[in-house]
């Protein structure tokens, strides 16, 4: 099969609009409530909790806010421990250094790409005074959340759950982003459903709920005048971007049956290649299918080297590595990424801990060995076929 550099980049994942967004968008501009007030909002914050079964859903500027207020909520102090996912994007873990709590990084394991409980109950069991745990449900697949749920009820711990990445996914028939008694999910731009950038917090708690809701906008007191008695942010989302998401939570599902269609037909294009796609377990959990990954099996490894900020490979028969599969790719303009690069492994995170289940540092050989592959639900069965041929050409 021959094939040409794509004239038009493919992606990794971008917004899908469908029309009823503009629609919501405009009808904001109609009734003049281009503030962060008004029906959108509503609309969207009843509508998430309708979908996920939360009681309560606040509507922000970020998913990074919604983390934010999260271990706000969850009474992180300075100095206080708090148990982290460590493959993951630095936005899961920054919040806990915003509000200078020291993260420990918990270790990868293989079956979902997620914390691995065992390297959890070894960290408890080192620190058990540890206060908190944000865990992350990388690509749209959810982590082993009742054994971590279970660990935090043992260690009397908060859970945090990133669901970020995993909207509409279920665990065990229930919604990610309702397992920690704080959740964030994400409507950035590159996500399941977007606002074009926004998140929310969800909690079944009213009262911190109510906290958070004071938080985003400014922390005012009930009174007549600006009254503070504690620091506030300015969070909220704004109606126009409520509107957007508004539209997009119509096409939801569609999205997640279009991703899990991508994801299948890699699994399927990819069949005798030495590679698996990102792993779930099947009888357990319902992943969006948010980003299609592969990992290349370890005896099909070409020699890649990898600095601080660059990356090299040696070319061999029958093999290859991230590198070079994500060189060939953007040859054709087809944009692929490494796996989140584990947050111990950051110069930022230098001085912090880290915990494995056994000694192994699961989460830099799947950072070394797996990518991400364009899981645009625009691409066409063609344009992937061409994607399928192009990685397949690295192993030749
Ligand atoms: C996108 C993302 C976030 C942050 O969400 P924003 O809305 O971009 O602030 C947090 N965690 C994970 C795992 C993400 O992928």
């Known amino acids: 099969m021959s094939f040409e550099r794509f004239e038009s980049k493919l992606w990794l994942a971008t917004p899908t609009m469908h029309g009823e967004e ?16 008004g029906a959108n909002l509503d609309a969207l914050e009843k509508g998430i909790c309708e979908k996920v079964g939360c009681k309560y ?27 982290c996912s460590d493959m993951t994007f630095a936005a899961t873990v920054n919040p806990v250094a915003y509000e200078k709590g020291e993260q420990i990084f918990i270790d990868t394991e293989y079956d979902t790409w997620n914390m691995d409980p065992l390297a959890l109950e070894k960290a408890f069991q080192l620190y058990p005074d540890a206060k908190a745990v944000v865990v992350a449900n990388l ?10 749920q279970t660990i935090c009820k043992k260690y009397n711990a908060v859970l945090i759950e990133d669901a970020a990445e995993s909207l509409g996914a279920t665990y065990k028939g229930i919604q990610t982003g309702t397992f920690g008694a704080y959740n964030a999910i994400s409507f950035n731009g590159n996500k399941i459903i977007t606002t074009s950038g926004g998140g929310m917090l969800l909690t079944d708690d009213k009262d911190a709920a109510d906290k958070a809701r004071k938080w985003s906008t400014q922390a005012r007191e009930n009174a007549p005048w600006y009254q503070h008695e504690e620091y506030g942010y300015n969070y909220r989302m704004s109606n126009i971007l409520a509107g957007i998401g508004r539209g997009q939570l119509l096409h939801l599902e569609e999205h997640i049956a279009r991703k899990k269609e991508i994801y299948m037909r890699y699994k ?5 290649l030495p590679v698996q796609m990102n792993p779930y377990m099947e009888d357990s959990m319902k992943p969006n ?12 490894m070409c020699k890649q080297v990898r600095t601080a900020t660059e990356a090299s490979y040696e070319s061999e028969p029958g ?36 915990v494995t289940a056994n000694g ?28 399928i041929e192009i990685v397949k050409s690295c192993f030749e």
């Open 22 to 37: 503009q629609a919501y968008v405009k009808e904001a501009f109609d009734t003049n409530w281009v503030s962060t007030v």
């Open 57 to 83: 859903a606040v509507a922000l500027s970020a998913g990074t806010a919604a983390l934010h207020l999260a271990v706000k909520l969850a009474g992180i102090q300075p100095g206080d421990k708090v148990m």
């Open 139 to 148: 690509y749209g697949t959810p982590a082993k959340l009742d054994e971590i």
């Open 268 to 272: 399927e294009g990819f069949k005798g």
């Open 289 to 300: 299918f948010w980003l299609s990954c592969v990992i290349i099996n370890k005896e099909a």
């Open 319 to 354: 093999k290859s590595c991230p590198t070079e599969i994500l060189e060939r790719l953007a040859e054709y303009n087809v944009e692929g990424r490494p796996i989140w690069k584990p947050m111990h492994l950051q110069p930022i995170c230098k001085n912090n801990l880290f």
């Open 360 to 387: 192994t540092d699961v989460g830099a050989d799947i950072f070394d060995r797996g990518l991400c592959l364009p899981s645009d639900i625009k691409m066409t069965e063609e344009q992937q076929k061409i994607v």
